[in-house]
């Protein structure tokens, strides 16, 4: 089975004045709108992860998982495109063992 491996529109560049704001379209991916990933701007670069790329975080929200308040939770935070693609793919794998 074919699982999505990149963002569809350009990768937008960080704006650290926009921090917490999103970067990008929200994307369902497989015509599928359970899962986004949404790129979401932040803050310079954190000296205490140095892990992390710069640019923006990207985020994959699971809507049929709500939060305490009711809206979709988050299930992937990562750093780099390739990484939350990555998550997405084992977010499918499981589901599709269950």
């Not at 975080?57 to 780099?80: K, L, M, N, Q, R």
Request: charged residues 25%; glycine residues 6%; contains cysteine.
């Amino acid at each position: 089975m074919a699982y999505p491996t990149s963002y569809p529109w350009p990768v937008p560049a960080n704006d650290p004045s926009r921090a917490g704001a999103l970067a990008g379209r929200k994307y369902f991916p497989r015509q599928c709108t359970r899962y986004a990933i949404y790129p979401v701007h932040r803050r310079e670069m954190d000296a205490y992860r140095p892990d992390h790329e710069a640019g923006v975080f990207w985020f994959i929200t699971d809507a049929e998982t709500p939060d305490s308040y009711g809206h979709a939770s988050i299930v992937g935070i990562a750093s780099s495109e390739a990484a939350i693609f990555a998550r997405l793919r084992t977010l499918y794998v499981d589901r599709e063992e269950a």
